[in-house]
């Protein structure tokens, strides 16, 4: 059992509570970053998933919530909680965390300012999360009807994205590396909405084959047919482009290229289908090249 750190804890669910007044659903964290509450399934030998329909604690994200009694009863279960979670994804603010990671050796916060130059956004006025390593925690709002996935490096080297079931660490919590806090000036900001070119980088692109019946593709990962469908259904993707999402979909599926070996040899595919849809051969090679960069491959 953790130690007990009572303030901690009741400086947490004060946060906490605070935070579900302005309709952000939360969860107790322990100093590790991970939910405080241990699953009620863990002992069974094949447990089924449940995301809290038995009607105990301990479901993870699945727990969050902005009703005051409840948030007091989470807390009550965990005495050991120093910190606390904010669920992204769900209503009303459908959160997404654009997480600026400081620890993986590459700068993140200038890869965001080379998509934001190269896709003609900026980040609006906002919530920002100073966390204890000098990272940042962007919040921004989704619309209703759009899932956002949980990413790790898919953005660009050093930027995860928090969505749909997952959670972001809500600031005045206390971890083992310290205290997460808000920037000054942004503590009273709404979290602001997404650029809409950066909501289309964050969301992912539709399937763009399918098998026949009964010719499922068997392919293990790494096998030259699974490589190739994957390389022409990355060239599709860009063919599917409509003017204003061009530069946009060339850029993710050349870095998805790139992320699994195949950016040099789908290069020339890829400048191709850039070109069938409209953009000229310079835009093409630059924004390909602007994905190597990013994906630390040149």
Request: proline letters at 10%; hydrophobic letters at 35%.
């Amino acid at each position: 059992m953790a130690t007990i750190d009572r303030h901690a804890t009741t400086l947490a669910l004060a946060h906490a509570l605070s935070a579900a007044e302005r309709g952000l659903a939360v969860i107790p964290l322990s100093r590790t970053k991970l939910p405080a509450l241990r699953s009620p399934h863990h002992e069974d030998p094949r447990p089924a998933p449940c995301h809290g329909e038995c009607g105990r604690l301990g479901h993870g994200v699945y727990d969050a919530t902005t009703d005051p009694r409840r948030i007091r009863e989470l807390f009550a279960a965990a005495p050991w909680a120093t910190g606390y979670g904010i669920a992204c994804g769900l209503p009303p603010h459908h959160l997404i965390g654009i997480d600026l990671d400081t620890k993986s050796g590459t700068d993140a916060s200038a890869a965001l300012r080379e998509l934001a130059l190269r896709h003609l956004f900026t980040i609006p006025a906002t919530v920002v999360v100073i966390t204890p390593s000098g990272g940042r925690h962007i919040w921004l709002t989704g619309p209703p009807d759009t899932v956002i996935p949980n990413s790790a490096g898919r953005l660009a080297p050093g930027i995860d994205v928090r969505g749909a079931g997952g959670y972001l660490v809500g600031p005045g919590s206390r971890t083992e590396r310290g205290l997460y806090s808000t920037a000054p000036g942004t503590a009273q900001l709404p979290p602001a909405h997404c650029p809409p070119s950066l909501l289309r980088l964050l969301t992912p692109p539709p399937r763009t084959h399918q098998h026949a019946p009964g010719h499922a593709d068997h392919s293990p990962p790494g096998h030259p047919d699974a490589e190739a469908q994957r390389g022409h259904g990355l060239v599709q993707f860009v063919l599917a482009a409509h003017a204003g999402q061009r530069n946009t979909r060339l850029f993710w599926a050349a870095c998805r290229a790139y992320e699994n070996d195949m950016g040099e040899t789908l290069a020339p595919q890829l400048v191709d289908a850039a070109l069938h849809v409209g953009l000229t051969e310079r835009e093409a090679h630059s924004t390909i090249a602007s994905a190597a960069r990013l994906t630390g491959r040149r």
